[in-house]
């Protein structure tokens, strides 16, 4: 059977061949990796069973949800930031040149 780290360097080569190259599409890579590995897709080891009623499900269930929501503000706001700070360095570098050139 496959293990996590043969099948994320199957799935990296093959993404890789179909044009989606980068840190993002490596980062999807291990999520679907850590995803598949949790719900036992690799190795030999059977899967643990969780002993919970409805209402610790439902609220573990609730908190996973709150942190991809925290996850994906996180990278929001950096995405936003990285956009000004590359407006910046534009703005920095046109006004070198006119300076420069003037």
């Keep these: 059977m496959e293990t996590f780290r043969e099948a994320?360097?199957?799935r990296l080569s093959a993404q890789r061949e179909f044009g989606?190259?980068?840190?993002?599409?490596?980062?999807h890579a291990v999520a679907v990796g850590?995803?598949?590995?949790?719900?036992?897709?690799?190795?030999e080891k059977p899967l643990p069973y969780y002993e919970m009623d409805e209402a610790v499900r439902h609220r573990l269930i609730?908190?996973?949800r709150q942190d991809v929501a925290h996850a994906l503000c996180n990278t929001h706001s950096l995405w936003?930031?990285?956009?000004?700070?590359?407006?910046?360095?534009i703005l920095n570098c046109a006004m070198l040149a006119y300076l420069i050139f003037r």
Aim: no cysteine; proline share 0%; charged share 30%.
């Design 34 to 43: 850590t995803l598949e590995e949790e719900l036992g897709y690799y190795g």
């Design 62 to 64: 609730a908190h996973t």
């Design 8 to 10: 994320l360097k199957s």
């Design 20 to 27: 989606r190259k980068g840190k993002m599409w490596d980062n």
């Design 80 to 89: 936003k930031r990285l956009l000004f700070i590359e407006f910046i360095l």
